[in-house]
């Protein structure tokens, strides 16, 4: 047998397997850190942040004049005082019309100039993006003399219109930015394969576009809705008589310059707070897939 021969018949050497990399203890042990060091520091967060509702909560139920830690005996006279001597129930409805008015305003618009912005191309679309993101650093305390004006020769002054107006206008850049970016990551050719079915473009973005914008179209909603309940400038300046006041004017009318009613102002506080952490409390699933639709690959 030649040497070539034997070279080619000659079984091919046995490479040894490389040992996988042992990881570095180092990173290990940054990855496994003890679980205290993750708990201390919530713990501690969560405590200052639950000890001040715990605070409202206290002076809302015990009884005027106690100084007792623990709401007890449990009363709830603030609880009536508030909504039937200082007229929180009025204010409780305003403040419902108002913020449920705001949200369908701002999301109908927004939906309609998200989808323009994110579907259609024209001259001033850059120019329009850059007046939209310049309108948020402007403060609304700027405009309420031109606001006022121009609600005073519309003949709105005192009327809900005005600050749902106002509150709309205020919300919609942001809400129109927000909007776009969720159509963007719908793909376009499901439009398409609509209209190639024999879908107008209104009927494909009915049925195709607007199923897929649900978690975007609740949290612009949510955000608009909780903007409008909290906000107190606009229904300051805009709202005179008592009857048309909301919650943050009425929270303010509780307190004067001699003395400040704590159980009441606790109370108005509750009741201020109550619609919105059951708001959050039902969307939150739809508001956190809202937030992380723009990393969802379109």
Same mark, same amino acid.
């Given at each position: ?111 309609? #100039? ?46 809900? #219109? ?11 850049p942001l809400s129109m930015i927000l909007i776009s970016n969720f159509i963007k990551n719908v793909p376009y050719s499901l439009e398409e394969a609509a209209w190639v079915d024999g ?21 612009? #909603? ?67 897939? #809202? ?8």
């Open positions: 047998m030649s040497v070539e021969e034997a070279v080619k018949t000659a079984p091919a050497p046995v490479r040894a397997t490389p040992e996988p990399a042992r990881p570095d203890k180092r990173n290990r042990a940054w990855d496994e850190a003890p679980r205290w060091q993750i708990y201390l520091p919530l713990g501690i967060y969560l405590l200052f942040t639950l000890i001040p509702f715990y605070w409202i909560l206290l002076f809302s139920l015990r009884p005027a004049g106690s100084t007792s830690l623990v709401p007890w005996p449990v009363t709830f006279d603030h609880f009536e005082k508030v909504w039937t001597d200082r007229s929180f129930g009025t204010y409780f409805a305003n403040s419902v019309l108002v913020g449920v008015a705001t949200l369908l305003m701002t999301t109908l618009v927004a939906l309609a #100039g998200g989808y323009a912005l994110a579907r259609f191309d024209f001259r001033i679309k850059r120019g329009f993006m850059l007046a939209l993101l310049c309108s948020q650093f402007v403060p609304g305390a700027l405009l309420l003399v031109p606001l006022f004006e121009i609600f005073a020769e519309l003949r709105m002054i005192n009327s809900l #219109g005005s600050v749902i107006l106002a509150e709309t206008v205020f919300q919609l879908c107008n473009r209104m009927t494909a973005f009915r049925i195709v576009v607007l199923p897929l914008l649900r978690p975007g179209l609740i949290a612009v #909603g949510s955000f608009a809705f909780v903007h409008s309940w909290n906000h107190f400038l606009f229904a300051l300046m805009f709202l005179n008589n008592q009857d048309k006041q909301t919650i943050p004017v009425g929270l303010n009318s509780l307190m004067s310059a001699d003395s400040v009613d704590l159980g009441a102002l606790a109370a108005g506080g509750i009741i201020a707070a109550v619609p919105v952490v059951i708001v959050f409390a039902f969307i939150q699933k739809w508001l956190i897939t #809202g937030f992380s639709a723009g990393a969802v690959k379109g």
